[in-house]
């Protein structure tokens, strides 16, 4: 140790071995396996990982939010539909994916896709020119059908949550099929948020979870479905693995839309919200739909309008397969409803400000009357109609709310109070 290279052999050698006891060689120099992971919907990149303080591994980022350092969302794919309150296309309306600059338009179908960091699971702002009012609405791995009403002059803008790109907490899970092998291409939504993913070639998902209680439900295209009992997470960041799911058969409900002259309709979306889970199937031909991978419990199938038909709400409880046979769908009047406003006592009432819902408001019109207090409201369906039920909402022309008095179908005359 007398000469000076053995002095700086030894000082190496000290801090050579802090280090390794530290771990920090270790991690440079001994093979550390990766987990291998697929990078279809909702995949996540290989987790890096490095030792605390403690000596164990810990994982800092992966590509779906999972980590706890940087992350960053896979990219994916929404598509969907956009059509007015009579079921006609809306075209050239501009989808734009909010906290990013991803936008599209549809096209002369009404049809629309966009792709973009973490998509399936970000909020989209629909608008488009003239009178329609604009929609936001959370993504999905399934079809998107949307309604646009008419603006109203007294409506808030709709409001849009930021959207969750980097997920301080998602799940990992496998789905089986009712045979038992994985289920590729499955659909998988967490029920309390919406949030989704699909399966890869292995069965596997990894889905944003929520702070709170929640639970998971899946399915594919061959009547087989699951679901995980609600559960809180344990932490509130990293990822967790979650139960295996083994699809089972489910039921069945299927029916054939017909219009007011019996004649089929065919290409009519319908959105099935089935026990909190939404998606959409559309009509065939002979105008027959069916909806499978149905879960116990409640049921609401609502045809979207379509083609100048109106659309209609069908509430049920599923517990098990059921035919509803023919569904009849109204059809929006081709002749503007022209409506008389007056007052208690017989009083035109100019410029007040009328909006008509029917079905639930899946045809909702709205109309200003003019100086001899008339408002005329396009595309309503035959008042007192099958289904057709018929509200008013009615405002001064300073859009304070009026009362409705009375509605006289026949003599097409609508009385208000202040």
């Excluded at 009178?131 to 079809?143: F, I, K, M, Q």
Aim: charged share 20%; glycine share 14%; proline share 6%.
């Amino acid at each position: 140790m007398s000469r000076p290279s053995h002095w700086i052999l030894g000082f190496f050698a000290v801090v050579g071995g802090a280090l390794w006891w530290s771990g920090v060689l270790q991690d440079r120099l001994v093979a550390r396996p990766a987990e291998p992971v697929a990078r279809g919907e909702g995949g996540l990149r290989e987790v890096s990982l490095h030792r605390g303080g403690s000596g164990k591994q810990t994982p800092i980022e992966n590509g779906n939010g999972a980590g706890l350092g940087p992350t960053r969302a896979i990219a994916s794919e929404v598509f969907g539909l956009v059509v007015d309150r009579r079921g006609w296309p809306v075209v050239w309306a501009k989808v734009k994916l909010l906290g990013g600059d991803e936008s599209t338009e549809t096209d002369a179908f009404g049809q629309f896709r966009i792709r973009g960091s973490g998509a399936a699971n970000r909020m989209l702002r629909i608008e488009a020119p003239g009178r329609h009012a604009p929609l936001v609405v959370r993504g999905g791995v399934s079809e998107l059908a949307l309604v646009m009403q008419d603006a109203l002059p007294w409506a808030t803008e709709p409001a849009a949550k930021e959207p969750l790109v980097a997920e301080p907490l998602v799940g990992e899970g496998w789905v089986r099929s009712v045979g038992g092998e994985p289920a590729v291409g499955a659909k998988v939504v967490v029920r309390e948020t919406g949030a989704s993913a699909r399966t890869d070639a292995s069965g596997r998902y990894v889905v944003s979870l929520p702070a709170g209680p929640f639970s998971v439900v899946a399915w594919d295209d061959a009547n087989g479905v699951a679901a995980t009992e609600s559960a809180a997470a344990p932490r509130r960041q990293g990822k967790l693995p979650l139960p295996d799911l083994r699809l089972a058969k489910g039921h069945l409900v299927r029916g054939r839309l017909r219009d007011a002259d019996g004649q089929d309709l065919v290409g009519a979306p319908i959105v099935v919200d089935n026990v909190g889970v939404t998606r959409t199937v559309r009509s065939e031909q002979g105008g027959l739909f069916a909806v499978p991978a149905l879960l116990s419990g409640e049921l609401t199938i609502t045809v979207l309008p379509h083609q100048g038909h109106l659309g209609r709400r069908i509430p049920a409880i599923v517990e098990g397969d059921a035919d509803l046979g023919d569904v009849a769908v109204a059809r929006a009047e081709r002749e503007p409803l022209r409506l008389q406003i007056v007052d208690l006592g017989g009083a035109a009432q100019p410029f007040v400000h009328v909006v008509a819902d029917q079905v639930d408001g899946l045809c909702r019109a709205y109309g200003q009357s003019d100086a001899r207090g008339v408002v005329v409201l396009a595309g309503l369906g035959a008042l007192g109609g099958e289904g057709q039920a018929t509200s008013f909402e009615v405002r001064d022309p300073d859009l304070r709310p009026m009362q409705v008095a009375a509605f006289d179908a026949q003599a097409r005359t609508l009385r208000v109070a202040p």
